[in-house]
């Protein structure tokens, strides 16, 4: 089963934690919520608010998911000032495993020097520091990189990874769940 880490600062963007969310759950991989700060309930950008299985100090320091993923938005400021969260994408990154990122948060891609030489995308209010992003696509897959561009493609970038992580058959499958078209 495929193991997934989502971290949830404060002002996440909700539309893009919870769909992947809701999706990787039902193509059966295993999705730790993860809240960056201390308390387990994180309330995102439109004060929503979601409780958490763990914080991110609670996780085994040594655990290395299949996929780290990061949503988006003015919750990211936090993503990018935390040591936390750069360890854990060099623990990633050292164990060849993935990273996916939505909306704002390819900045912290940028931050940790994910980015350079690879092809992304991310949302348009992020080119003046993501000068190179693709605009043209709402997905993107570079080796073990996947960026999307905003909440709008929260649906179809969760059923990228599932495709990337087992197949294109489940992919479809979940996505006929929820009436969705294929990421493929």
Request: glycine share 8%; hydrophobic share 50%; with cysteine.
């Amino acid at each position: 089963m495929a193991t997934i880490l989502t971290i949830l600062p404060e002002g996440f963007e909700e539309l893009e934690a919870v769909a992947p969310i809701d999706l990787w759950r039902r193509a059966g991989f295993k999705v730790t919520v993860a809240a960056l700060g201390s308390k387990k309930l994180v309330t995102g950008r439109n004060n929503i608010v979601i409780q958490a299985e763990s914080t991110l100090g609670g996780i085994n320091p040594e655990a290395v998911f299949d996929v780290l993923f990061l949503p988006g938005g003015p919750g990211v400021e936090h993503l990018r000032s935390s040591p936390d969260v750069r360890e854990i994408i060099g623990r990633q990154v050292a164990a060849g495993k993935m990273i996916a990122a939505i909306c704002a948060a390819p900045l912290v891609l940028k931050d940790a020097g994910l980015l350079m030489g690879r092809k992304y995308t991310a949302h348009p209010s992020t080119e003046t520091e993501l000068n190179e992003i693709i605009a043209d696509q709402s997905v993107v897959v570079d080796g073990n990189i996947i960026t999307s561009r905003g909440a709008g493609t929260a649906v179809e970038m969760a059923l990228k990874v599932i495709e990337v992580l087992a197949n294109a058959e489940l992919a479809q499958k979940v996505a006929l769940s929820i009436c969705a078209e294929s990421a493929s």
